[in-house]
C-alpha cells in the first residue's frame, strides 16, 4: 500500500497517509477538511559511505530532501 503526502488546503497542516485504492477519501487529520492537495513525494536511497551523496549534504537530514519540510521532518 502507498503512502501519499498530502497538505491541507483549510489549515496548512502537511501530513502522510496510507492509501489503500484511488478511491480513497483523504481528509485532514487537523481540521478534518476535504480540501487536500496530494504533493509530490521525495524518497531517497541510501548508498554506502563512499557515496558522493550523502545526507550530511542535505538540507534535511530526515529524508535528504533539498528543501526542509517536504518529509515534515
Known amino acids: 500500500m502507498p503512502i501519499f503526502e498530502y497538505k491541507c488546503q483549510d489549515c496548512g497542516a502537511q501530513f502522510e497517509k496510507i492509501v489503500t485504492s484511488s478511491s480513497s477519501r483523504v481528509i485532514c ?36 530532501a533539498r528543501e526542509r ?5
Open 29 to 64: 487529520g487537523k481540521c478534518e477538511s476535504p480540501h487536500v492537495e496530494r504533493l509530490l513525494s521525495v524518497f531517497a536511497v541510501a548508498r554506502g559511505t563512499n557515496s558522493a551523496t550523502s545526507f550530511d549534504d542535505a538540507p534535511c537530514r530526515t529524508c535528504g
Open 69 to 73: 519540510g517536504l518529509c515534515g521532518g
